[in-house]
């Protein structure tokens, strides 16, 4: 089974330092460093502040907003490509005279 955990600089050095049979001078001198200096060894943090949320979010709202008016001009503009295409006028002309003809043969 797996373990998991967040890493940060004192757990590295530890591991590091944990390697040699005889430790260095400088290994024992940097671990006593983050030992007594609890705010060094806390500088380094994994977490995301709330600002850096509020931006991805805002991008993300951007990028949709962005898509939404590309593809709301891209359908009108085919809509209107497609309504040029057909002959309106001639369409309803030939519906009238068609209707006018049969009503005219009804009578």
């Known amino acids: 089974m797996p373990i998991v955990s967040t890493w940060n600089s004192m757990n590295v050095m530890e591991a590091i330092c944990a390697g040699y049979n005889k430790k ?3 290994c024992k001198k940097i671990l006593e460093d983050f ?3 609890k705010n060094s060894a806390n500088e380094e943090s994994n977490e995301i502040s709330g600002g850096v949320y509020f931006i991805m979010i805002l991008v993300a709202l951007m990028l949709n907003g962005l898509i939404f008016l590309f593809c709301k001009f891209y359908l009108n503009r085919k809509i209107e490509t497609k309504l ?3 002959d309106m006028n001639g369409t309803i002309n030939s519906v009238l005279s068609n209707y006018l003809k049969l009503k ?3 009578n």
Do not use: D, G, I, L
């Open 24 to 26: 260095p001078f400088s």
């Open 35 to 37: 030992k007594n200096n």
């Open 84 to 86: 040029e295409e057909v």
């Open 104 to 106: 005219n043969t009804a």
